[in-house]
């Protein structure tokens, strides 16, 4: 049962419920041992940091920053500055130095939280220009702190700020006073364009957001959740804290780059992820696939023919499944599909919220006929996570990002914009007057520059208006839409889609290259480096065969007819990607332009 209470006092509440429950699993900085922390230990690990930030002069709606990967200290950071009524501002912990100053200055924030050296350095470096700045408060005790640094303590000597709980009475007196209309967190969008924006997000907009959520959403008290996107990111977040609301166990994954290590070993039920981690697990089984027996081969696809019949076709249609149908999944799911989410890690699947980027048909009716509910969504940042989605016990459509989410009024406007009204929404950008006038009609609705369209009370995306590519022949092409067609494959790891005002659709391809390379030595192509690859003619030959065979459905104008293909991934570190692994289109065309313009040579 949820319990929709203040987040000032969620954690505190909880614990009176459920006690000595374990509720984090998590590895220390640096471990690989999977430790446990109780409700009861949680809450008072929260009390002690509110009366610690108490201590250091923190006040009602003053800011606090959170510079680090997900690790434990960030949610007691989090609910224990909820508990005095402070704001507290997730920066991506790879943001930039330039990125941080830029935040830390603009919402005058007075103290920061840091995990690791990367942050520690990075924070010390702009303290001297950031001046609401106090104190710098690090995570990991491994941190080398400067010698000429009297601002900074460890997160272990904050903690004995607190520990005796000095000034409890106060904080108590302090959850008495917190409302809805107090600001809880202003996140910054990572801009595929321009200044990054801060969006204000209230407590109201979350307690409306757990009461929609909770209508639709069957995440349940015996679920066990895996963080795999970082708590900055508001889809990671929200999922997180209406987990918290019905009393489901948290398990903490610090290291993104070891989640299928960390779901094998910790057995999750649920995890929202983006569609990139469904198409690495697809094109994975598919590559098993190919690679086995013919016999094999044909058992297996009878077995995702036979799940995907009864999961999206039936089950996913509400309609009730055939006896034969039913009988022979139960034989598959029991022999075969069960080992595939096993492989996973995922032996006792439940939900997997899924959303950030569109979700491929094919990848999509792949997860469930493995047996794996995806809930594909739809949200922004600015709408508290969800807009829509699949929802609990209701039929749904491949292809669709489900319906609205209760209480989310959803009007497409001009040049099919979806626009936005609700008590979810924020109520604007921090101190950005002139941006809230544009991203507010005078009916309160606010544009997500996203283009869409409802089809039986289902929203369907169509492209982000500002990525939509005109050629110079005057045709249309919305990139994300070729480019998720293609993250399909599996020798394709990166790719960005190039038209706009050229005269035919190109793409600059980071290939997959373990894959390339295997391919290589089974064809006896000679290379030395990955650029070797990438310019041979055999390897471009067969990559550009499997997009034509991947595009057949797409019109003409559409498909992609030439490639170049890079011999290093597009990165943060260049400004080529956001911190939510956008492609930031202006820079690669900047970047590649020699390489681009050559494509377009007669």
């Not at 510079?67 to 704001?87: E, K, M």
């Not at 998720?484 to 790719?495: A, G, R």
């Not at 065309?589 to 313009?597: A, G, H, P, Q």
């Amino acid at each position: 049962m949820q319990n929709n209470c203040h987040l000032s006092v969620l954690i505190h509440e909880q614990a009176k419920k459920y006690g000595n429950r374990a509720e984090l699993t998590f590895q220390s900085f640096g471990s690989t041992e999977w430790k446990t922390v109780s409700w009861n230990q949680f809450s008072l690990r929260v009390k002690q940091v509110s009366n610690a930030l108490l201590n250091l002069g923190i006040k009602p709606q003053e800011k606090i920053a959170v510079f680090a990967q997900n690790c434990v200290q960030y949610l007691y950071t989090d609910f224990g500055a909820y508990g005095v009524r402070a704001v507290s501002i997730p920066l991506y912990a790879t943001s930039s130095e330039q990125q941080i100053q830029f935040m830390l200055n603009d919402a005058q924030v007075k103290v920061i939280f840091v995990g690791e050296q990367e942050q520690y350095d990075k924070a010390h470096r702009v303290f001297a220009l950031c001046p609401s700045l106090e104190r710098i408060v690090i995570y990991d005790r491994s941190v080398r702190i400067s010698t000429h640094d009297p601002a900074s303590l460890y997160f272990d000597d904050f903690i004995k700020l607190g520990e005796d709980l000095p000034r409890q009475s106060e904080v108590e007196r302090l959850w008495s006073e917190a409302n809805d209309e107090d600001i809880c967190n202003i996140l910054y969008t990572s801009g595929t364009t321009g200044d990054s924006k801060g969006v204000v997000l209230t407590y109201g907009q979350y307690h409306a957001a757990f009461e929609a959520n909770g209508k639709v959403v069957p995440v349940v008290e015996s679920d066990k959740l895996i963080n795999f996107l970082p708590f900055t990111h508001i889809f990671e977040r929200a999922w997180s804290y209406l987990a918290m609301t019905v009393g489901a166990q948290m398990i903490v994954n610090t290291n993104p780059r070891n989640i299928q290590e960390a779901l094998r070993e910790t057995h999750p039920t649920c995890m929202s992820s983006v569609p990139r981690f469904w198409e690495k697990v697809f094109i994975a089984v598919k590559d098993k696939i190919d690679n086995s027996s013919a016999m094999q081969q044909k058992i297996m696809r009878r077995a995702l023919e036979v799940g995907r019949k009864r999961n999206v076709e039936y089950r996913g249609r509400g309609k009730r499944v055939p006896l034969t149908l039913e009988l022979e999944y139960k034989l598959y799911d029991k022999t075969l599909l069960s080992l595939v989410r096993k492989q996973i890690g995922l032996e006792h699947p439940n939900i997997f919220p899924t959303a950030g980027a569109a979700v491929s048909p094919e990848v999509e009716e792949f997860v469930h006929s493995v047996g794996i509910h995806m809930i594909v969504g739809y949200g922004l940042t600015e709408s508290l996570a969800t807009v829509s989605c699949d929802h609990r016990d209701e039929a749904f459509t491949v292809g669709s990002v489900g319906k609205p989410l209760p209480g989310v009024e959803i009007k497409i406007g001009e040049n099919d914009e979806i626009l936005l009204r609700g008590k979810t929404i924020t109520p604007g950008y921090y101190h950005r007057d002139s941006v809230n006038a544009e991203a507010f009609d005078e009916d309160g609705f606010f544009h997500t520059g996203d283009a869409g369209y409802i089809k039986n009370g289902e929203l369907y995306l169509k492209e982000r208006i500002k990525d939509l590519f005109k050629t110079s022949n005057g045709k249309y092409i919305a990139p994300q839409m070729v480019e998720s067609l293609m993250l399909t494959d599996k020798y394709i790891d990166q790719i960005a889609v190039i038209a706009d005002r050229h005269k035919f659709v190109s793409a600059l391809i980071v290939p997959e290259f373990r894959l390339l390379e295997e391919f290589a030595r089974d064809n006896n192509i000679k290379f030395e480096s990955r650029e070797d690859l990438c310019q041979n003619e055999k390897v471009r030959d067969m990559i550009m065969e499997r997009i034509s065979t991947l595009q057949q459905q797409l019109a003409s104008y559409e498909k992609i007819k030439r490639i170049t293909l890079l011999a290093h991934h597009f990165s943060m570190e260049s400004n080529e990607l956001t911190n939510t692994l956008k492609l930031r289109r202006r820079v690669i065309n900047e970047n590649y332009k020699e390489l681009i313009d050559k494509m377009y040579e007669e």
